[in-house]
């Protein structure tokens, strides 16, 4: 029986989330087939296997809970761990990351595991990286597809004259625009500003998540969301699900995860073609941006029927109400079923 440790947590403004795709991930897994360990990260940064009940994992009460530090042991590929002052070690065939934002998808927690030598599942160390900052990703995309894409400013936390830099924004963008943090993920820090008198809170919003700014265009359109699974060198590409915010300004951390206010079609309302049409742009984004294992692409659908690329995250939500599980599903794909697959494309 393999040995499948699932990480949660993280420093990170996602950490609630993570609980939350975490918990329902182990309570899909294939216990049958998988010995299970539960590896919590604290907001700190430290790292424990958690041994008790993991129904506290989704209301943050796993940290009072039984746990034991953790440590990694780079000759083995073993989890070692102090218990009851005695330390043990744990082999473990790989890793499932149920981690999303900074210090978690990023790249930093998959090297660590690489240097480690056990399996993580999804993308690499630089993809992840790569992916995560959402203006280098723009600068590949624009290279290596014809996927259309927002104008966009980078701004950096750096002295940066916040009048001059709004002048900048409204002779290239105009209002509305967006102001978001480089890296983060969940619509974290993420505004949407109308009149000049919101940009400077939006950017100190922004500056609170990242010293790096991605400042875009408002694109007029649908939102909508392709998932993709790869499985070495086999791609599933799901049909595109289509957002309806349900009146908020845009699909922001709290519709995502807290309220009950958005609602979703899958497959989007637009036409068989269309929809063919935006899964081939998923997927060339997700080769040129060379990813592995799986990764959400999100796109603009345009009132003139054009798909204009917004961003891509390579650890989506698996909560109960997140895309990218509901997507597969649509794919005749069960919760249990992706969750096995995805283990496989590291063992």
Not at 7 to 13: A, D, I
Not at 19 to 25: D, E, H, K, N, R
Not at 148 to 159: E, I, K, P, S, T
Not at 210 to 227: F, N, Q, S, T, Y
């Amino acid at each position: 029986m393999k040995t499948i440790a699932i990480l949660f947590g993280g420093r990170s403004s996602e950490y609630e989330v993570s609980l939350v795709s975490a918990t329902g991930v182990y309570n899909n897994i294939n216990k049958e087939k998988y010995n299970i360990i539960l590896v919590g990260i604290t907001k700190e940064g430290k790292f424990f296997v958690y041994d008790d009940d993991p129904s506290l994992i989704a209301c943050d009460k796993w940290v009072n809970g039984k746990k034991y530090p953790l440590s990694l042991d780079l000759a083995n590929r073993w989890f070692s761990i102090e218990k009851d002052g005695i330390t043990e070690t744990i082999k473990v065939d790989a890793v499932l990351p149920m981690v999303h934002g900074k210090y978690c998808e990023d790249g930093t927690l998959q090297g660590m595991f690489a240097i480690a030598d056990i399996p993580l599942v999804g993308c690499g160390c630089q993809s992840s990286a790569v992916c995560m900052d959402k203006s280098v990703t723009k600068s590949i995309v624009s290279l290596t597809t014809s996927v259309l894409q927002a104008n966009a400013v980078v701004a950096r936390n750096d002295g940066t004259d916040v009048f001059e830099l709004r002048k900048k924004c409204e002779e290239k963008l105009g209002y509305p625009m967006f102001v978001k943090p480089a890296r983060a993920g969940s619509s974290v820090g993420v505004t949407k500003v109308k009149t000049a008198d919101d940009f400077e809170k939006a950017v100190r919003t922004a500056f609170m998540e990242d010293d790096k700014l991605l400042i875009e265009e408002a694109i007029p359109g649908r939102e909508m969301e392709v998932a993709v699974l790869e499985e070495g060198g086999r791609y599933t590409v799901a049909h595109p699900a289509e957002i309806d915010n349900g009146g908020a300004e845009f699909y922001d951390y709290d519709t995502k995860y807290i309220t009950n206010t958005s609602s979703f079609h899958i497959p989007a309302l637009i036409p068989e073609q269309k929809q063919d049409e935006i899964r081939k742009y998923a997927l060339d984004i997700f080769k040129a941006l060379d990813c592995k294992g799986l990764a959400r692409v999100d796109f603009f659908f345009t009132p003139d029927e054009k798909f204009v690329f917004n961003e891509i995250n390579t650890l989506p939500g698996f909560t109960p109400i997140s895309m990218y599980p509901k997507m597969m599903i649509h794919e005749g794909i069960s919760y249990s079923e992706l969750i096995d697959r995805l283990i496989g494309t590291v063992l």
